[in-house]
Nanobody
Framework: QVRLVDSGGGLVQAGGSLRLSCETSGRASNVFIFGWFRQRPGKEREFVAYITRSLGTTVYSDSVKGRFSISRDNVKIAAYLQMNSLKPEDTAVYYC?????????????????WGQGTQVTVSS
């Protein structure tokens, strides 16, 4: 079992920055990929970014490309999401996810473990 704890959310003004963290415990050494997803009120959970542990390959959604940066720490087996130039439409609960890789790493179905979520609110 792998347990994820995501943190770092908060209230920030438009144009500001936040850094989310995803810490693991349990049998995390076999995790192949970390992802970040978000869920806005009344919307389905949507892909934000993912990173592979081995090569550090990253993929971003078009809505955050150039503003957000995902990274990982292979010693701590942790992941991070640096969010810059935040917009009110970035307001959502952000979830960290971890898995062993699937056919579509931008799909929630490819992830086996999830954090509890951290609220990000961007005021205009």
């Amino acid at each position: 079992q792998v347990r994820l704890v995501d943190s770092g959310g908060g209230l920030v003004q438009a144009g500001g920055s936040l850094r989310l963290s995803c810490e693991t415990s349990g049998r995390a050494s076999n995790v192949f990929i970390f992802g970040w997803f978000r869920q806005r009120p009344g919307k389905e959970r949507e892909f934000v970014a993912y990173i592979t542990r081995s090569l550090g390959t990253t993929v971003y959604s078009d809505s955050v490309k150039g503003r957000f940066s995902i990274s990982r720490d292979n010693v701590k087996i942790a992941a991070y999401l640096q969010m810059n130039s935040l917009k009110p439409e970035d307001t959502a609960v952000y979830y960290c996810a971890a898995g062993f890789g699937g056919t579509s790493n931008s799909s929630p179905a490819s992830y086996d473990y999830w954090g509890q979520g951290t609220q990000v609110t961007v005021s205009s």
